[in-house]
């Protein structure tokens, strides 16, 4: 495996776990590779709230800082309906629930007929 993806695989890892303990629901990971040449992961996931949405984000990326030495591009993490999350590897979307609904991020990355893996 080159360094990159082992280094893309640890960042996907650690981005699922952070988005677990932080309750994240409906969590989905898509497999970018050979698909995008933005990412190798798209990661979607869900917040109750607003203030949860925002909180998560900033516990991600604070993370993401202090684990791996970068900082990722972040927007909307002030409204809190849409949080973006742009790490280079990989691209994590967190939303309000009817939000996440109306932009059916999975539908246009995923195969017709497929499913995501969810964690």
């Known amino acids: 495996m080159a360094h ?3 280094i893309s695989e640890k960042l996907l890892e650690r981005i699922l776990s952070s988005l677990t303990d932080d309750k994240a629901e409906d969590v989905v990971q898509i497999d970018l590779r050979g698909k ?3 990412a190798d992961y798209m990661v979607i996931a869900s917040g109750r709230s607003t203030r949860q949405v925002s909180a998560m984000a900033e ?3 604070d993370r993401i800082k202090h684990e791996f030495g970068f900082t ?3 927007e909307g993490k002030d409204a ?3 949080v973006l999350i ?3 590897d990989v691209i994590v979307h967190i939303f ?3 939000v996440r609904e109306f932009y059916q991020l999975e539908k246009m990355w995923l195969p017709q007929g497929s ?3 969810a964690n």
């Open 4 to 6: 990159s993806q082992l």
């Open 36 to 38: 995008s040449s933005v």
């Open 59 to 61: 516990k991600l990326t």
């Open 72 to 74: 990722s591009k972040v």
């Open 80 to 82: 809190g309906d849409w």
């Open 86 to 88: 742009d790490t280079g």
């Open 96 to 98: 309000r629930p009817e």
């Open 115 to 117: 499913s995501a893996s």
